[in-house]
């Protein structure tokens, strides 16, 4: 992942809270992203000649990472910072576009699983989709999460796009979450026996129907969303600037656009190749590497037969999952040059610290929930299972527990 | 009138003619399926390994069998019950003189364990393999679909369930312990027969004993395939199996861990090359579990628990 870094580091200079507005970027910076989309363009087009379907369908997962990398950085698609402006300066845009999201792909799943089983009730669960076993240990993973989320300033997919932003805080965080992974993967064997092997993994729309389920879906959202906005601040009008340009690569983008396309390319993803997740990959290379090392346990009870961000032991170089985490750090790079968000900065301790150890929590809990933010969350609300409202619940819990317990030990919060 | 039912008499003689195209093979080419999607007297089926191949685009109008749970009986180590198989294919449309064409992915490893199932219940006349599987349909860009079928109930019945082309454990102790009667084929890789390996890497099925029933010749079932997935030809086939002593003078027995890869060695030695074969679904996985049964251990390995 280290490998999309431009060679050399700019100098610190322009650390302002925006690059100057007159400016959109400059011709260096324009010509390397240029360079990196390219790069995955070219790349997208050779996985595509290999013959079959299997060429296309790595094609696919590396252009859906590349979109879905520009549409977080260019929307801050973030879950904690999302939550964090809501609950602290009463800005509900990145809410919004969560629960924009969660509408939009609860839709186009609705729309496939029409197709793909048109009856909900006849005891089977839509094939691949994130539905994973509801149970303690579901919510225990999730609110570890959220501390962990709390602790290092981002969720797992965030950090994946901060990588591409040059955070100095985020590269620790993902090492964090592979030695959480191995840590998810020892005790795997007493929580699933103890908490998850009796637990059913509940499909709503094999209890409500379709109809029901997907009006009943957008009607929590919309309460959702209606909670957030009476608890938004008037919002200061924002300086209309001229020029779409300027709107498009500099502006964030507004939260129903990227509530939209995130829900857009959720459901596109799913049809062609699998639900978002970017802890497949991560959990795999952990998995692989502990496993080599000796460090894991012969089997790990159930794991590769449950549904979420599966797991397994590495054949090949990449999966799919690996071409879309790395379109998603390439293409979220290129959109952090142009729209000056590109930031390179040494790290300091308490950065590193609050980087591994809060990427440790969330690797822990993404493999002991099979997923994160994206995978369960995301990918669980928009399949109808009830796996993902849990995650929200509990993730939701673990970031106000933390910051409320952060607030007490030190008055001032440091910057995530 | 008339002229209409003589142009119905005639598209059907059409549709009749294609799968009597057909009849005298057990594999039909991928052309040949593209050629037939309408036809109302071919129904196809997806029998693939991985879940969620078949929703993000099949044949258009397959009906899928989920292997797992359609093809065995989900409880008890067996093949699905007559019951369970009659109301799947009814339900998808299948009537009495309706031709059954299986695929999947895997070099149709499982739509040929599909066809050896429909064997044991009387329906072999009219099982089809698609030649190449998904891979040859995938490779020449023929179109795929992701909408599921719907069908009126079809008039199809099974026999019951006949033993002729399964083989059980004491038929295999049998030659194991001399027979000459008939001749025991292991399909699996040429380590695992030797016995250096259990079983292939990641395979969660195992047996406590490596190697292989004493008697047994080894082709590994991939022999019988070209690169691109299709069925080498007859002749070739004759040759291959004729070099490891296989020739049809004396009935088969094949088997490999858990019993499907050698339905699709069963599918060639039987349909392609038309001698007697059984297909052995305990396969080692019960074999090599047994009490007091003889093995060939080659290698020697040592059961260590591990």
Not at chain 1, 96 to 114: D, N, P, Q, R
Not at chain 1, 315 to 331: C, I, K, Q, R, Y
Not at chain 2, 91 to 112: E, H, M, S
Not at chain 2, 249 to 263: A, D, L, N
Request: glycine share 14%; hydrophobic share 50%.
């Amino acid at each position: 992942m280290s490998g999309v870094r431009p060679p050399k580091r700019r100098a610190p200079a322009p650390v302002g809270p925006l690059m100057s507005a007159s400016s959109i970027t400059s011709p260096a910076r324009a010509g390397i992203a240029l360079l990196v989309f390219g790069g995955l363009a070219v790349a997208a087009y050779g996985l595509g000649q290999t013959p079959g379907a299997i060429g296309q369908r790595q094609s696919f997962a590396l252009l859906a990472g590349a979109a879905f990398g520009i549409v977080l950085q260019r929307g801050r698609f973030c879950f904690l910072c999302n939550l964090r402006d809501l609950l602290r300066d009463g800005d509900a845009r990145g809410v919004l576009a969560i629960l924009v999201a969660l509408a939009a792909g609860t839709i186009g799943y609705a729309a496939v699983f029409g197709a793909w089983l048109p009856n909900p009730f006849g005891g089977r669960l839509p094939p691949t989709a994130h539905v994973g076993p509801v149970g303690p240990a579901l919510a225990l993973a999730a609110f570890v999460f959220g501390v962990g989320m709390a602790a290092s300033g981002s969720c797992l997919s965030a950090h994946l796009y901060r990588l591409g932003e040059g955070s100095p805080t985020s590269p620790f965080a993902v090492l964090g979450a592979v030695a959480g992974f191995v840590l998810g993967f020892l005790t795997w064997n007493p929580i699933y026996l103890a908490l998850t092997v009796e637990t059913p993994s509940v499909w709503l729309p094999a209890h409500l129907g379709y109809p029901v389920w997907l009006v009943a879906t957008l009607a929590v959202l919309g309460a959702l969303a209606w909670l957030a906005q009476t608890r938004a601040k008037p919002a200061t009008p924002s300086v209309p600037h001229p020029g779409v340009a300027h709107a498009v690569f500099v502006e964030r983008w507004p939260p129903a656009i990227a509530g939209l396309l995130v829900g857009a390319i959720a459901t596109l993803s799913y049809l062609r190749v699998a639900p978002l997740g970017v802890t497949a990959e991560i959990g795999s290379a952990a998995r692989t590497a502990a496993s080599a090392a000796g460090w894991l346990p012969d089997t790990l009870f159930g794991l590769d037969g449950l549904r979420g961000c599966a797991t397994v032991v590495k054949e090949t170089l990449l999966s799919e999952n690996g071409l879309f985490v790395l379109g998603l750090v390439a293409a979220s790079f290129a959109a952090a040059l142009v729209s000056g968000r590109f930031r390179p900065a040494a790290p300091t301790g308490g950065q590193i610290v609050r980087g591994l150890v809060g990427g440790a929590l969330m690797g822990w809990g993404a493999m002991t929930a099979l997923g994160c933010t994206v995978g369960v969350l995301l990918s669980g609300i928009h399949a109808g299972a009830l796996s993902g409202w849990i995650f929200l619940m509990f993730v939701v819990l673990g970031v106000v527990a933390a910051d409320a317990l952060g607030r007490r030990l030190r008055p001032i919060q440091a910057p995530g | 009138m008339k002229v209409i039912s003589g142009v119905l008499g005639f598209g059907f003689a059409l549709a009749l003619g294609g799968v009597a195209a057909a009849e005298g093979s057990a594999v039909v080419t991928a052309d040949w399926v593209a050629d037939n999607l309408k036809n109302p007297k071919v129904k196809v089926f997806e029998v693939s390994v991985d879940p969620g191949v078949y929703e993000r685009g099949h044949v258009p109008g397959a009906v899928n069998i989920r292997w797992h749970s359609e093809l065995v009986d989900p409880v008890k180590r067996d093949i699905a019950s007559r019951e369970s198989l009659q109301k799947l294919l009814s339900a998808a449309g299948v009537d009495k003189d309706t031709t059954i064409v299986l695929y999947g992915d895997n070099n149709n490893w499982f739509a040929a364990w599909g066809a050896w199932v429909l064997e044991t219940y009387g329906l072999g006349d009219r099982v089809k393999l698609l030649d190449g599987g998904r891979k040859v349909w995938e490779a020449k860009g023929l179109p795929l679909d992701t909408a599921t079928p719907e069908a009126g109930n079809g008039s199809v019945e099974l026999t019951p369930l006949k033993a002729a082309v399964r083989a059980r454990l004491g038929d295999v102790l049998k030659v194991a312990e001399g027979d000459k009667g008939s001749v025991l084929l292991d399909i699996r890789s040429p380590d695992e027969f030797s016995g250096k390996i259990f079983a292939p890497e990641g395979s969660k099925e195992l047996t406590i004993r490596a190697g292989h029933v004493p008697g047994a010749k080894n082709v590994p079932w991939s022999k019988a395939v070209n690169a691109d997935g299709t069925l080498k030809p007859k002749e070739e086939l004759k040759k291959l199996y004729a070099e490891a002593g296989v020739d049809g003078s004396k009935p088969v027995i094949v088997y490999c861990r858990i019993g499907e890869r050698s339905s699709h060695t069963w599918f060639v030695l039987s349909k392609v090359l038309g001698y007697d074969v059984k297909n052995y679904d305990g396969s080692w996985t019960e074999y090599g579990n047994s009490v007091g049964v003889p093995v060939a251990n080659l290698s020697g390995t040592v059961w260590q628990g591990k």
